[in-house]
């Protein structure tokens, strides 16, 4: 069997959904590391603890999905333009 062409939006959506899913697994240790450095913080400035742990585990996980939707497109779109000219990806399956 060999692989042709890759879908590129199914290959984008994809590899968006896997990099969002380690933008949350980065985002947890962050916002536990803000959250702890917003009780060593000097008063006055421990709102910005939470902020940023809260801010990490929303922010992250989108960002990581934005970039990947992007990178997932342009790896599908070189894949069948180097496919068309080398050959597909050969896959045994069973």
């Known amino acids: ?4 062409r890759v879908g590129v939006w199914s290959a984008a ?9 380690f933008g ?3 985002g947890i240790p962050f916002a536990l590391f ?10 006055g400035q421990s709102w910005m603890g939470p902020v940023f742990g809260i801010g990490a585990i929303v922010f992250l ?15 599908a779109v070189l894949y069948n333009f180097f496919a ?10 069973e």
Do not use: F, W
Request: charged content about 10%.
């Open 61 to 75: 996980p989108v960002l990581y999905g934005v970039m990947g939707l992007v990178i997932g497109a342009v790896s």
């Open 13 to 21: 959506r994809l590899y968006a959904a896997i990099m969002a899913a």
């Open 34 to 43: 803000s959250l702890v450095g917003a009780g060593l913080a000097p008063e």
């Open 84 to 93: 068309s000219i080398v050959g597909g990806l050969s896959v045994d399956v």
């Open 24 to 26: 949350v697994l980065i």
């Open 1 to 4: 069997m060999i692989v042709k």
